[in-house]
Nanobody, 121 residues
């Protein structure tokens, strides 16, 4: 079993910054993809950014240039640095990890519990 624990959410004014962290623990052989998703009230969950274990990244168009995803493979940790935050970034942010429990196994997706980010003056 794998657990993902997120931290770093909160209330921030427009133009401000936050840094989210997510640590994976448990039965882990390797993690291929780690990512951040968000879900605002009444909307579907969407991919914000993800990064594979080779360092390749993808971003939602609306956060390009403002958010940066990074990871430390040795610590099974992924970060999301969010700058120039806007009210439309308000959502619950979830961490996801694609985990291989052992060599040659089919990977499984695990999710964190979510952390609230509110951008408001």
């Amino acid at each position: 079993q794998v657990q993902l624990v997120e931290s770093g959410g909160g209330l921030v004014q427009p133009g401000g910054s936050l840094r989210l962290s997510c640590v994976a623990s448990g039965t882990i052989f390797t993690i291929y993809d780690m990512g951040w998703y968000r879900q605002a009230p009444g909307k579907q969950r969407e991919l914000v950014a993800d990064i594979n274990n080779g360092g390749s990244t993808r971003y939602l168009d609306s956060v390009m240039g403002r958010f940066t995803i990074s990871r430390v493979n040795a610590k099974n940790t992924v970060y999301l640095q969010m700058n120039d935050l806007k009210p439309e970034d308000t959502a619950v942010y979830y961490c996801k990890a694609e985990v291989h429990a052992a060599s040659g196994t089919i990977p499984e997706d695990y999710w964190g519990q979510g952390t609230q980010v509110t951008v408001s003056s």
